[in-house]
């Protein structure tokens, strides 16, 4: 590399994105178009970004791999930022067994963090688990090292292990720090500050409040039966039952569990349950079998008894019943939470993280949008859904090999 290659490597390696432009601005060599195509990412131009990044994989030459398979990672990146999720994983993978075999281990690395931390996105924990497990982030550069204990934190936080998610968020500020990169250090605190926000709402004996992760995380561990409509489930401590398919009787199991310790009128149990204004003598028989259904499924956790009026819901055994509910709810509210973490959505990219088709999620974003709870930038395919106001991409991108002199 000649000397304002290397000066624009060392630029970006420091966070510097506009230090590296001044040095490669009006070249077009293969070298210059990838260096402007991760500076331009940096910037937040994503298009632009993206399309120096494809002219400077063609550019390099046949014997070039390592340099393509760093574009195509840098691309991988971009599009994860961007949340196209349609972006091939194999063209990633393969740039990743290319760098590991021709002994580019830091960005072979990088490439299987982005793969994971996509894995992370779209909600399939166990693989993302055991494929950060298998990499080893000791010989990592200090902003690989970060971005690598930023996955780890979002896993933890996401299967609900707050101790192990504060570990990994200040073994990040210590790298980020020593990385000292401003941008970096902004997105570990961000990061940080979810653990000290409202989760979800705790409503119990006739009354609602905020919880934090952390408090989640003791109300599951301890002796209390939550109905939790956050995952659709039935649960005391290692006990779960899920009852995601059966939404008629989590909507009983959670009328019940609201009233505790009350009992629940057979009539606001038919509203809830069935959604019928008016209850007639199928309706009473239909919750008839309903309720002996859910005293089934419940059977060990808790028992259901039928009162003057309807039925009351009573804990097996020591403890109390409360209702575990999300802070926003409504028939959006799923696309609303994609939404909340700040970055531009594609139709498609919801569509394949919360498992439902485009034309249902593009259903759910006009409403969004006519509501003025989200809004769209761009047109077509490059069209991307958020929610306001507009937030900051993702800045942990591709940086150069070690220079010559490293």
Do not use: Y
Not at 35 to 48: C, E, K, Y
Not at 103 to 120: M, P, T
Not at 166 to 191: F, G, H, N, Q
């Amino acid at each position: 590399m000649d000397s304002l290659i290397t000066a624009a490597a060392r630029a970006l390696a420091s966070g510097d994105a506009l230090g590296a432009l001044k040095r490669v601005a009006l070249r077009e060599d293969a070298p210059a178009l990838a260096l402007r195509g991760i500076a331009m990412a940096q910037l937040g131009d994503l298009v632009r970004a993206k399309a120096l990044l494809k002219s400077a994989a063609r550019a390099f030459g046949p014997r070039e791999a390592v340099a393509r398979a760093r574009c195509l990672v840098a691309e991988a990146e971009i599009a994860l930022a961007s949340r196209d999720l349609t972006w091939p994983v194999k063209a990633l993978e393969a740039a990743r067994a290319t760098l590991q075999a021709r002994g580019d281990r830091v960005n072979a690395a990088h490439a299987g963090n982005i793969a994971i931390r996509r894995l992370v996105l779209i909600g399939r924990l166990d693989e993302a688990e055991q494929a950060l497990g298998a990499l080893d982030p000791t010989p990592l550069p200090p902003a690989l090292r970060t971005a690598h204990e930023l996955v780890a934190s979002g896993i933890a936080v996401r299967r609900l292990r707050t101790e192990a998610a504060r570990a990994a968020l200040e073994r990040a500020r210590l790298s980020a720090k020593e990385a000292d990169i401003p941008a970096l250090t902004a997105e570990v605190e961000a990061a940080a500050r979810v653990l000290d926000m409202p989760t979800a709402r705790l409503i119990s004996h006739g009354g609602e409040r905020p919880l934090l992760l952390h408090e989640v995380e003791t109300l599951f561990s301890g002796e209390t039966l939550v109905v939790d409509a956050c995952r659709h489930v039935v649960r005391k401590g290692d006990t779960v039952v899920p009852l995601a398919s059966r939404p008629v009787l989590f909507a009983l199991a959670r009328a019940l569990a609201e009233a505790w310790p009350g009992d629940v009128s057979r009539g606001a149990l038919i509203a809830r349950a069935f959604r019928g204004k008016h209850a007639d003598e199928s309706h009473r028989a239909r919750l008839r079998v309903e309720i002996g259904r859910l005293r089934a499924a419940l059977q060990g956790l808790a028992e259901i008894s039928a009162t003057k009026r309807g039925f009351r819901l009573a804990p097996r055994g020591l403890g109390e019943i409360a209702g575990l509910a999300p802070l926003v709810e409504g028939p959006h509210a799923a696309v609303l939470a994609f939404l909340a973490d700040g970055e531009a959505w594609s139709t498609s990219a919801l569509s394949i993280a919360l498992g439902a088709s485009p034309r249902t999620v593009q259903r759910a974003l006009d409403v969004l949008a006519g509501e003025g709870k989200a809004q769209s930038l761009g047109r077509g395919r490059a069209r991307r859904w958020l929610s306001p106001p507009l937030a900051a991409f993702p800045t942990i991108l591709l940086l150069p090999g070690p220079l010559p002199s490293d």
